[in-house]
Each structure stands twice: as structure tokens, then as C-alpha cells.
């Protein structure tokens, strides 16, 4: 039976979908292929902007796998459609602004030992053993967004600070994320996620001590223990960069 809450088949297979499409666009970028490369110039012009707005990405960020999907015999319906392919467009055209000139891919697979969340991002932006209030007030802020549009320009400016500083991001589980959001008591349980994500790394980062290395205190590296306190509350190749797109 059809559900309105955002079923877990549904956001699994959103993540999945994300994760193949930005796999494989990640892939030929970092490879130099022009096919790529014009695909992530045409989708970060769509970062932060919904998917109505910007019809030049209709025929590139492909959905036929969410149409064909069965559940019981029966398609997904459209409410169920319409929030994935809404969900898949902010996550990839995000990604797309996050890649721009980055020599190494900056969508990565969450992993326990290896946080991926957007908490956990944001948490790496931060000094070791500190909390910086305004990427704190960002993330809450975002956290509060009041619909898909908001959070989409709202996460738009994070990303633009994870990208400075090249740190990762599973955009597979962003994905499936924004289609929860958009389900009635879905924002409660990602701004959860986004808290649990935020403890992750620090988490991460007490079990991983940095081994005499200074530099694993900075963005992008494993930090040094980090015990300050979540900013949502108690429930919630090479390095170098490249030029090839920076127009």
C-alpha cells in the first residue's frame, strides 16, 4: 500500500539513482572527458534553484529508473515521483557546484568509520576542539528551512564552504534525505540524521587519533579529538585542483 511518509524503498532507491548519476558524470570529470565536463557546467547552474526553473537539465538528469520501479505491481505514485525527482535534482546540481575545478571527486560513500553526512562535513569545517557559531547558525539554519526550495538555496551556501576547503560529501545519502524532508514529520527525522552525522566525526575523531600528524587538524583531514556539542541539539587521485571549469 501506498504510504505518505516516504517509504524506505523509495529513499534507497533515490540514493541509489543519485549515486549512479553522480558516479558516473564524477568519473568522466576527473578523467577529463568533454562530455563531463559539460554535463557538470550544465548542472551547477541549476544549484539552488528548483527544478522547474532551469528545463535544460530535463533531459539530463535521467529518472526513468524511478518510473520503472514496481512496488506491489503498482508505479510509484506521483506525489512519490514528483519528491524524487525533486530530491535528485538539488543533490546532483549541489554536487555539481561542489565538483567544479576539483581535482578529486568530491562525492564519497559514507562509511561508519568514514562520516560522510552533511553533519559530519560541516563538523570538519569547524577548528579542532571549537565551535565556530556561524557554521553552527548555518547548519541550524538550514536545518529550519521551511520547505524543499529554501533548504535547496541554504544548503547551496554550504556547499560552497565545503568546496573551498574539499571536503566530501555522500550525495547519494543527501539525496534520499531530500525526499524524506518533503514527507509530512520528514524534516524532523533528517534534522536527526543531520545531528547524529554531527557526532559521527566526532566521534570518528576520538576513535582516530591523528598519529603525530598536525595536519590532520585541518579541513579535509582526520581531526584530533573534537568534544564540543552538536549544533542541532541532543536529538538532532590528487588534491589539486583544476581550472578546466572555472568559467
Given amino acids: 500500500m501506498t504510504t505518505t511518509t516516504g517509504p524506505s524503498l523509495v529513499v534507497e532507491l533515490v540514493a ?16 577529463d572527458e568533454a562530455k563531463a565536463v559539460a554535463a557538470l557546467a550544465r548542472l551547477r547552474r541549476g544549484a539552488g534553484r528548483p527544478a522547474g526553473q532551469v528545463p535544460d537539465l530535463w533531459d539530463l538528469i535521467d529518472t526513468q529508473l524511478l518510473h520503472d520501479v514496481r ?28 565538483q567544479q575545478s576539483r581535482g578529486t571527486g568530491m562525492h564519497q560513500l559514507h562509511q561508519r568509520e568514514r562520516p560522510r553526512g552533511l553533519g559530519a562535513a560541516v563538523h570538519r569545517l569547524m577548528p579542532a576542539n571549537d565551535i565556530d557559531d556561524s557554521l553552527r547558525k548555518r547548519l541550524v539554519r538550514a536545518g529550519n528551512s521551511p520547505d524543499l526550495p529554501s533548504l535547496a538555496q541554504r544548503l547551496r551556501d554550504l556547499v560552497t564552504l565545503l568546496r573551498r576547503e574539499e571536503v566530501r560529501l555522500d550525495y547519494g545519502l543527501l539525496a534520499g534525505q531530500l525526499y ?43 581531526p584530533a579529538g573534537h568534544t564540543a556539542p552538536g549544533p542541532l541539539g541532543p536529538t538532532t587521485g590528487s588534491t589539486s585542483s583544476t581550472d578546466k571549469d572555472a568559467s
Fill in 71 to 98: 512496488r506491489e505491481g503498482r508505479p510509484l505514485s506521483e506525489g512519490e515521483l514528483g519528491r524524487a525527482e525533486d530530491a535528485l535534482h538539488v543533490a546532483v546540481t549541489l554536487w555539481a557546484l561542489h
Fill in 180 to 222: 524524506q524532508w518533503q514527507w509530512p514529520g520528514g524534516a524532523d527525522r533528517v534534522r536527526a540524521a543531520w545531528g547524529r552525522s554531527f557526532h559521527a566525526w566526532q566521534d570518528t575523531a576520538r576513535r582516530i587519533p591523528p598519529q603525530g600528524h598536525p595536519a590532520a587538524d585541518t579541513p579535509g583531514q582526520e
Fill in 16 to 31: 541509489q539513482v543519485a549515486h549512479q548519476k553522480i558516479g558516473g558524470w564524477q568519473h568522466g570529470y576527473l578523467n
